[in-house]
């Protein structure tokens, strides 16, 4: 049983927790609770390790042989370290180790009449958290990240998620203007959602399918973004309220192209 | 100048950020900010303390007059006081407190052909003030709150809301299941949002209005307010997630019923 915070393994997973540079280099993200681990389990994803406590164990057997057999490596945790290196309120006991899903790759193939939301900047970690889970429940066919949104392997990000994270297509563009502008001219239909000389999204059909873009918290698409999109489209405002949350914006959006 | 923490209006201010408590018994919350605290000197709300610091003063010198002007009393804060007193990482140096709006009524009169959103049990303040902001953006005629919702007047739900809580008429209602029952006997069309034996929201026809029901983040609407329905309707999944965040759903399903 590991009970100190000096051991290799602990110290790796707290660094994990925390740093986003960490883990790109070892490209690794620790995923916590009962249900995410299973989630993971289930997606197939690589785990190379799966820390948990002796209550946890006892507490949900069936969910500790399923992610047990699919571990590379298991180990138990004191209960007062598992707490001192959860990154939750109340932690459930079970922690993993995951190795990152491929998804820095831009060589992903974007479907015609298919349904696709693509993100530029999005800073918030809750909101990404969320259009990813809303993504997946509306039946999403992939997401499209532009390389300075947060990272997708954040604890709160994979949390909010719902384990989404693991399931939905996710590609990271390195040229997320012209990676749009490429799919633009090879007759995808693009869709940048902006309240500025845009049509009522009401008016569209989206029969084609597309790539919704939604843009940062703050500043929304960057004016090279737009102009490299097919279309403009907005969402009529009526109340004072100037915008809307970007998660509700994309609640709204991806519900309209997919429903 | 106030430069210590053992000032009362202080202390006051204080207790008013942090206790719902207190904020029911003195009637008061506090908003932060520049455009929060203008949003509730435009709206009419009762300002029976402006706080500032005098830089905050000089960098909006237009949106400080407007706002002492509808203030009862106004008082210079140093900024080191200010900053230890404030709720946001980086306070921007206004600070107002507020009367609470007289939303506890529920004679407040519901219209036939009006759109509604009611929310029983919503638990998290960020759910609460995106739904709120979300609401007014696409145009609510008001919301109706349960009781054992979450304190509207949380500075994270003021925040949340971009405002909207000065400006979209709320309802308090203190018996839910019974307030949304008597709409439904007096012809209201109130509809229940739940995955269970419900209508496809795409197939309904909301030309009437009415008001759109929607549950706990955990566990939904309880099965006697779904009961005092007039219908059940639904969002349709396609994805392994079971659910949407609430925010989120609350976004789509206002959206269907007022666009």
Redesign the interface.
């Known amino acids: 049983m590991i009970t100190s915070r000096d051991n290799e393994l602990i110290k790796e997973t707290v660094k994990l927790i925390s740093s986003a540079k960490f883990r790109r280099e070892k490209q690794k993200f620790v995923a916590e609770g009962v249900r995410l681990c299973r989630d993971g389990a289930e997606s197939g994803a690589e785990i190379t390790a799966f820390l948990f406590t002796q209550t946890a164990a006892e507490k949900y057997p069936q969910d500790f042989r399923l992610i047990s057999s699919k571990s590379e490596k298991i180990y138990e945790v004191s209960e007062k370290l598992f707490k001192q290196i959860s990154d939750t309120t109340s932690p459930q006991g079970f922690m993993c180790l995951f190795k990152t899903l491929d998804k820095q790759t831009t060589s992903y193939k974007i479907s015609n009449k298919k349904c696709y939301t693509a993100l530029e900047n999005i800073q918030d970690p ?1 909101n990404l958290g ?1 259009i990813l ?8 066919d992939g997401i499209i990240l532009s390389k300075d949104c947060c990272d997708i392997y954040m604890p709160k990000v994979v949390r ?1 998620s ?3 994270v693991f ?2 297509p996710v590609i990271i563009a390195g040229n997320f203007t012209e990676y749009i502008s490429q799919l633009t001219k090879s007759g995808i239909k693009t869709y940048a959602s902006t309240p500025h000389n845009a049509e009522n999204i ?1 008016d569209i059909d989206f029969s084609d399918g597309g790539v919704m873009l939604i843009g940062n918290e703050g500043n929304g698409l960057k004016d090279e973004t737009i102009n490299a999109c097919f279309k403009r489209v907005k ?11 970007a ?6 959006l991806m ?2 192209m ?2």
Do not use: F, P
């Not at 969402?235 to 949350?245: F, H, P, T, V, Y």
């Not at 998660?247 to 709204?252: E, G, H, N, Q, R």
């Open positions: 809750s969320t889970r809303t993504a997946e429940a509306l039946g999403t909010g719902m384990g989404a399931r939905v009401n969402i009529l405002m009526k109340g004072r309220a100037e915008s809307l949350n998660a509700a914006a994309a609640a709204i519900w309209c997919q429903s």
